[in-house]
């Protein structure tokens, strides 16, 4: 039995930090039509909620992150949702669109369209379980949710070619070392981790946060030196209203924190 959307991306708010869970692990979490629409709702909300300042998106379960698009609807209503732009319809976009850092707790497999899922991610935390692969080659499908252009540019062009064009796995392990995920945790740390980290991310000012996070975004997609005049731009426009009163007013806490980390 299909579970309602309300039931299919579960939403937990504590402190700061919102907790996004794909919730079909009887179905390895596979992006349903109406799974794709829960997670769209669900980062709309924690967008749009003041008291989330980062988000923590993860699956149920052991076994997967999200196996990607679900194969048995994929056969029946044809391959519309694996080009769709809507960000109802394409979770990648519902990530992206979502203005605060989002990280991505990486449980299990992500597969083809999971593996898309992840990198629309800000930062992945892996658990020793997580798996990564590529098989759009093997289906004859062509990604449509960035997965061509974005896992060349975070692993190198020939290491992307390996997964991409053989489908073959990635384990945890050798994904840190190719600078995929930030880091691997055991499987029983890895909300715990994931979640420090959000918190941290939290403690800091919210619309600074976004602000921030979209200038690295925006900045990333540009040739290095239009990226390096955005940042001119940005960072003239926006540190021209900081006093030196509210520079001083923060050094102590800035200090402060360094010795206790």
Same mark, same amino acid.
């Given at each position: 039995r299909e579970r309602k959307?309300?039931?299919l991306v +579960?939403? !937990? *708010?504590?402190? #700061? &930090?919102?907790t996004v869970t794909l919730n079909r692990p009887e179905a390895m979490n596979a992006l349903s039509q109406a799974l794709r629409r829960a997670l769209h709702d669900a980062m709309h909300r924690v967008d749009a909620d003041n008291s989330v300042r980062a &988000? &923590?998106?993860? #699956? %149920?379960g052991?076994? =997967?992150f999200t196996a990607g698009l679900d194969l048995? !609807?994929?056969g029946t209503r044809g391959l519309? $949702? $694996? @080009?769709?732009?809507?960000?109802?319809?394409?979770? %990648?976009?519902? *990530?992206?669109?979502?203005?605060?850092? &989002? *990280?991505?707790?990486? @449980?299990g497999v992500a597969i083809t369209g999971g593996f898309e899922v992840a990198l629309a991610c800000d930062i992945m935390i892996a658990s020793e379980n997580a798996r990564f692969a590529d098989t759009h080659a093997r289906g004859g499908v062509m990604p449509g949710w960035g997965l061509s252009q974005k896992l060349s540019r975070l692993i190198g062009i020939s290491r992307?070619? !390996?997964?991409?064009l053989s489908g073959n796995f990635l384990d945890a392990a050798t994904a840190e070392r190719w600078g995929l995920v930030n880091r691997v945790v055991p499987a029983a740390e890895? +909300?715990? %981790? =994931?979640?420090?980290?959000?918190a941290d991310i939290a403690s800091a000012e919210v619309d600074f946060i976004a602000g921030y996070k979209k200038l690295i975004d925006d900045g990333y997609a540009l040739p290095f030196g239009e990226a390096m005049a955005l940042e001119h731009r940005i960072s003239s426009a926006a540190n021209a209203q900081v006093t030196p009163e509210a520079v001083e007013a923060r050094r102590a806490a800035v200090q402060a924190r360094g010795r206790a980390q």
């Open positions: 959307m309300s039931e +579960l939403v !937990e *708010i504590a402190e #700061g &930090v919102a &988000v &923590v998106l993860t #699956g %149920a052991t076994r =997967a048995k !609807e994929l519309g $949702a $694996a @080009n769709a732009t809507d960000p109802s319809d394409n979770p %990648a976009k519902a *990530i992206e669109s979502c203005r605060k850092p &989002v *990280i991505g707790a990486i @449980n992307a070619k !390996e997964l991409s890895l +909300l715990p %981790a =994931a979640r420090k980290l959000a």
